[in-house]
C-alpha cells in the first residue's frame, strides 16, 4: 500500500484546513484583516512589506533586488538557522522553464502554508475538502498506465506525458466516470483535451464539475475560451513559483487577484508596458526571499474594485511563461519537461530540450567539468521516463542563445 497520500493529508492538508485557512479567508473581503495578517507574517520572518496590501505597489527607485543568478549562485546566504517554527525543513529543486537548476529550503510550515492558498483558490471555485478532485500534470503514473484513483486525497491522478488524439478518449472517459468537482491541470493539457472534444463534436458530460484550474504555464485566451466550450465551466488560473514569493489566484468573476497576504509583492515596470513581479517571502522562515526578482511580468489594468467585493488587488493578465509544446509522430503532445533537469544543479547551468523532428530530442547542456557519463545517462533516463519510445541524446554546449528578451525557448524545434 502507498502510504504517501495518508502522509500528505496528516501533515500537509489537515493542518492547513485546520490552522491556516480559516484566517486567510477572513482576510478576503476585510482590508483590516488583511492588514493585520500581513503583518504579523511580516514580523514573524523578519521582513519588510510596504504598507496597505490592498494596493498594487511600485518597486521604490533605490530598492536593493535579489536577482535569480545571484541565489542560484549562494543560495546559503539566503538560510536562516534553525529556530521554532523552522526546524523541519525540506530542500526542493526546480529548473523552471528557463531550464536552469535552483536549490530551495523551505519549512514544514510554509508547506502547509502553500496548501492553505491552494485550497482557498479551490474554495473559491466551489471545491471542499473530501470533493473529488482530478490532476493532469507532470507525474509519471508509472506501470503502463494513464491515471491511478488516491482514495485518500480523493484524487484521480492523470499523467500529462501520455495526451495524445488515440489516448484523449480515455482520459474524458476516465474523467466523466470520476465525475469530480474540480480538475487541476496545466494549459497545454486540458487544452489538448478540450480541443478533442470539439473536433470530435462533443461536451464534456461530467455533472460535479464546477471549475477547471490551471496552473504552470501561461493560460492564452484561446486555450481558455476552449476549455470553456469543451468543459462548459469556468477556468480558474493560478500563478506561483518555487521561490514561493508572489501568488495570484482568479476569482469568480474571471479577474486575476494579486494575493498580498501570500507575499509582500512589488511591481518593477519594463519597456513593454508590462511589470515584473517582485517578491519578499511571507511564509518560508528557512530561507525567507527579500525583493526577489521573478522573471514573470504582468500586465496592470483598471484599479477598480472587483465585483466579487474580495479587497485584495487585481491585475489584468499574467503574461509571463509561454513554452511551446511539441506533437510527436504518434500523437502525443510533448510540454512541460523542466523537471529533467531538477537535481542537476551541481553541475548543471541551464539546459534546453530541442525537438528535431521524428521523435528525436537533444538535450543542450552548459555544465561545469563536474557533469560526467553518468549525468548524461541519468538525464537522458528521466527525460525517457517523460517521454518513452523516443531517441535522446545530450549535446553539451558553451551557451545557449537567448532571445530579443534575454531568456531562452526551453523547448525549441527544427524548423
Not at 480523493?154 to 478518449?169: C, D, Q, R
Not at 511589470?275 to 526578482?293: I, Q
Not at 528535431?356 to 530530442?361: E, Q, S
Not at 533516463?381 to 531562452?408: C, D, H, S, T
Request: glycine share 10%; net charge positive.
Amino acid at each position: 500500500m502507498d502510504w504517501r497520500p495518508l502522509l500528505r493529508l496528516l501533515v500537509r492538508g489537515l493542518p492547513a484546513r485546520l490552522f491556516v485557512l480559516p484566517a486567510l479567508l477572513r482576510n478576503e473581503r476585510s482590508a483590516l484583516a488583511l492588514d493585520a495578517y500581513v503583518a504579523r507574517r511580516a514580523r514573524a520572518l523578519g521582513v519588510k512589506v510596504a504598507p496597505d496590501p490592498t494596493r498594487l505597489q511600485a518597486v521604490p527607485p533605490d530598492a536593493a533586488l535579489l536577482a535569480k543568478p545571484a541565489l542560484r549562485a549562494d543560495p546559503a546566504r539566503h538560510l536562516r538557522p534553525r529556530r521554532v517554527g523552522s526546524l523541519v525543513r525540506n530542500t526542493i529543486r526546480t529548473s523552471g522553464t528557463s531550464g536552469s537548476p535552483l536549490t530551495l529550503v523551505q519549512s514544514l510550515g510554509a508547506v502547509i502554508r502553500e496548501e492553505a492558498f491552494i485550497q482557498r483558490q479551490l474554495h473559491w471555485i466551489g471545491w471542499r475538502p473530501g470533493q473529488r478532485r482530478a490532476w493532469i500534470r507532470g507525474d509519471i503514473v508509472g506501470d503502463g498506465h494513464y491515471f491511478h484513483r488516491d482514495p485518500i486525497g480523493k484524487m484521480l491522478v492523470m499523467s500529462s506525458y501520455h495526451l495524445s488524439n488515440a489516448t484523449i478518449g480515455a482520459y474524458v472517459a476516465a474523467l466523466e466516470t470520476y465525475d469530480p468537482v474540480v480538475i487541476q491541470a496545466y494549459p497545454s493539457s486540458i487544452g489538448a483535451i478540450a480541443n478533442w472534444l470539439q473536433a470530435v463534436g462533443r461536451r464534456y458530460a461530467g455533472r460535479a464539475l464546477r471549475g477547471v484550474m490551471t496552473s504552470s504555464e501561461t493560460l492564452a485566451p484561446d486555450v481558455r475560451a476552449a476549455v470553456v466550450r469543451g468543459f462548459g465551466v469556468p477556468v480558474f488560473d493560478w500563478y506561483g513559483q518555487a521561490e514561493r514569493v508572489a501568488a495570484i489566484g482568479t476569482c469568480e468573476q474571471g479577474r486575476y487577484h494579486l494575493l498580498t497576504d501570500y507575499g509582500g509583492v512589488e511591481l518593477l515596470p519594463l519597456p513593454d508596458g508590462s511589470c515584473e513581479l517582485v517578491g519578499t517571502s511571507l511564509n518560508n522562515a528557512a530561507m525567507p526571499l527579500a525583493r526577489y526578482r521573478t522573471g514573470d511580468t504582468v500586465l496592470v489594468g483598471s484599479a477598480a474594485p472587483c465585483g466579487c467585493g474580495r479587497v485584495f488587488p487585481t491585475v489584468e493578465a499574467v503574461i509571463g511563461r509561454q513554452e511551446r509544446s511539441v506533437t510527436l509522430p504518434d500523437g502525443r503532445m510533448v510540454a512541460r519537461l523542466d523537471r529533467v533537469f531538477q537535481g542537476h544543479d551541481a553541475c548543471l547551468l541551464e539546459g534546453q530540450v530541442r525537438y528535431h523532428g521524428d521523435g528525436r530530442f537533444t538535450l543542450r547542456v552548459v555544465a561545469t567539468a563536474a557533469f560526467g557519463a553518468r549525468e548524461e545517462a541519468a538525464l537522458c533516463r528521466q527525460f525517457l521516463l517523460r517521454v518513452p519510445g523516443v531517441q535522446v541524446a545530450v549535446e553539451r554546449v558553451e551557451a545557449i542563445a537567448r532571445g530579443a528578451n534575454g531568456k531562452f525557448e526551453f523547448i525549441a524545434v527544427d524548423e
